[in-house]
């Protein structure tokens, strides 16, 4: 079956630039993560849904960063005024969660954000 | 597609030999323990999990050990393939309320032929 999408691959933005990075999680998939990864490093979490609701967004390094996921399926990360250090691959995850086991999450390829 | 691990800490083995990839954690109260395959270009791939109550999970060619005494967990690939070439992640599962990843550092691994 289809896997996580997102949508573009790749972006290129010019500082100050704003930028909208697309997910489509897995059909029927509750909860949906976004994670961003830096160049050598391991994803960091940055916010959680469950359905519409985003219930932890201790992750997002700043208020230049918004995500929405209004009718609990396809999510929206949004970056206001890009800049440099924002550049980084923007993971998007989802899972369906079970009870008391490990939900596993299932990755999308990331979209590349580079800001020049 | 770009590469996820420049700057990691890489392990070359020869095809057919096992390979060890070991990860320290630092929460104690992690619930669940998770190795995740990366390739280039692609998003994390789940290989194995163990629960915080076990020491010892078998899948098809991969063990996870953990040592919750020094906070170790290891990632065993037997008789290793070409295929298995990718950066390898550790990850902790806090099961808090929003099930999120904490991810560690990764390792690449290379396989020679």
């Known amino acids: 079956g289809a896997g996580v999408s997102q949508s573009p691959r790749y972006k290129v933005a010019k500082r100050g630039q704003d930028v909208a990075l697309r997910c489509d999680p897995i059909?029927?998939?509750?909860?949906l993560f976004w994670y961003q990864q830096a160049l050598g490093q391991g994803p960091e979490f940055l916010t959680y849904f469950q359905n519409e609701a985003q219930l932890d967004k201790s992750g997002l390094p700043s208020d230049r960063f918004f995500a929405e996921r209004p009718e609990g399926s396809v999510s929206t990360l949004k970056i206001q005024r890009t800049q440099q250090e924002d550049s980084a691959v923007y993971l998007c995850a989802s899972s369906f969660p079970g009870q008391g086991a490990y939900n596993e999450q299932f990755f999308g390829p990331g979209t590349r954000l580079t800001v020049l | 597609g770009e590469s996820v691990g420049l700057h990691l800490p890489t392990l070359s083995v020869q095809e057919g030999d096992n390979s060890i990839i070991n990860c320290a954690y630092s929460n104690s109260a992690s619930d669940y323990f998770i190795w995740y395959k990366q390739e280039s270009g692609k998003g994390p791939q789940f290989i194995i999990d163990i629960r915080s109550n076990m020491d010892k999970r078998q899948g098809q060619r991969v063990t996870v050990l953990l040592n919750k005494t020094v906070k170790h967990l290891s990632l065993q690939i037997a008789a290793t393939q070409p295929g298995d070439s990718a950066v390898y992640f550790c990850?902790?599962?806090?099961?808090?309320?929003?099930?999120?990843?904490?991810f560690g550092s990764g390792t690449r691994l290379l396989v020679r032929p």
């Open positions: 059909s029927g998939h509750v909860s």
């Open positions: 990850a902790e599962d806090f099961m808090d309320s929003s099930y999120k990843l904490i």
